[in-house]
């Protein structure tokens, strides 16, 4: 079974440039998470998707973050105008029903 | 604020030795589960405890609940090199529906 793909593992940009990640779920998966995780934390949720629909968004930063999941399976999130503070890994992540999730490698932003 | 909060925050030991890491929470759970995380990777699932269990294995983990102390505790039995990583627990409000939150890991050196 392939598991969660994403890229790009790495970019780096310069403030206030825009940078875009995309991932690609385990089949069959309906729901799917973004989640950051800056240098020596545990992951933080920023979004969470059932099939193509937001379950919960709450902790998004909606001025400059964004992210869809077209037709309930891909899904992009995009950071723009990229602050410092956004430099981090971008873990995406996918489950069933069993309540257990599955992970990417993630892809890590640095902001220069 | 992160509802799981793990202790220590780093932990060095010896190849052999037993290695136990501490999580506690601050609201009601359904389930409580651990990943590990090697470093520059994505997590990976190592064990779920639902909130009516008091302990589970899992070869050379066990893992303890006691939801009256909202605290859970992993224990790595006989540690090797390769179990060097961050431990991560995550807390979960219904399996499946809600995104887990997560702990800000352990980070465990297996000298070998």
């Known amino acids: 079974e392939a598991g969660v793909a994403q890229s790009p593992r790495y970019k780096i940009i310069e403030k206030r440039q825009s940078v875009a990640f995309w991932c690609n779920p385990i089949s069959g998966h309906a729901t799917l998470y973004w989640y950051q995780q800056i240098l020596g934390q545990g992951p933080k949720l920023l979004i969470q998707?059932?099939?193509?629909?937001?379950?919960?968004d709450s902790q998004l930063p909606k001025d400059r973050f964004s992210a869809e999941r077209l037709k309930g399976v891909d899904s992009t999130l995009k950071i723009q105008p990229a602050k410092l503070e956004d430099s981090a890994v971008y873990l995406c992540?996918?489950?069933?029903?069993?309540?257990?999730?599955?992970f990417g490698e993630g892809s890590r932003l640095t902001v220069l | 604020s992160q509802q799981g909060e793990e202790d220590p925050q780093a932990l060095s030991i010896q190849e052999g030795e037993n290695a136990t890491m501490n999580c506690s929470y601050k609201t009601s759970i359904n389930n409580l589960q651990w990943y590990r995380q090697n470093s520059g990777r994505g997590l990976v699932h190592l064990i779920l405890?639902?909130?009516?269990?008091r302990e589970k294995h899992s070869g050379r983990l066990r893992v303890t609940l006691d939801t009256s102390k909202k605290s859970s505790s992993l224990l790595i039995t006989a540690s090797r090199a390769a179990d060097t990583a961050s431990y991560f627990c995550?807390?979960?409000?219904?399996?499946?529906?809600?995104?887990?939150?997560f702990g800000s890991g352990t980070r465990l050196q297996v000298q070998p």
């Open positions: 992540a996918s489950s069933s029903n069993t309540g257990e999730l599955f």
């Open positions: 405890i639902r909130s009516n269990e």
């Open positions: 998707f059932q099939n193509n629909g937001v379950v919960d």
């Open positions: 995550a807390t979960g409000l219904d399996t499946g529906r809600r995104a887990l939150t």
